[in-house]
């Protein structure tokens, strides 16, 4: 699953992330942007994820982010694997010590491996894997 935060509307960098994890054979499902942390969780614990992926770009954005993986961390189990990324925490790397997760990376292909690796090979399909969901539109 893949999603911005609360207030995050740039969300073009997350998407071109799904659409390469779906070129390489695994299931994305997109949330979209501005999604509410309890919308998030409720969505992952309905499809129990083999990982989340959230993107922020702003200092504000970057706190929302840090909410949502902190509510998706007291989920009961199973839990999904929980990754981030975007421009604050490259321009910012100082916030990645304090955010839950796994930092996918300073650019697409970085993010592209640090998923392979946290996914391990699992959930490839051969059928068109990106879906778009329509949560909270």
């Known amino acids: 699953l893949a999603a911005c935060p609360p207030g995050e509307w740039h969300e ?3 998407l071109m992330i799904c659409l390469f994890v779906a070129r390489r054979g695994y299931t994305v499902r997109y949330l979209g942007a501005n999604l509410p942390a309890a919308e998030l969780a409720r969505v992952v614990q309905q499809r129990t994820p083999q990982l989340v992926l959230l993107s922020a770009q702003t ?13 998706l961390r007291r989920l009961p189990p199973p839990r999904p694997e929980l990754a981030y990324g975007g421009w604050i925490f490259n321009a910012r790397p100082e916030l990645r010590a304090r955010t839950l ?4 990376g300073a650019d697409a292909r970085a993010a592209i491996a640090t998923v392979e690796q946290l996914l391990g ?4 399909t051969t059928r068109a894997p990106l879906r778009f969901g ?3 539109k």
């Open 121 to 124: 090979g699992g959930q490839r």
């Open 134 to 136: 329509d949560v909270h």
């Open 12 to 14: 073009l960098g997350l």
């Open 101 to 104: 997760g796994v930092y996918l």
């Open 59 to 71: 200092d504000a954005t970057a706190e929302a982010l840090g909410d949502a993986l902190r509510t």
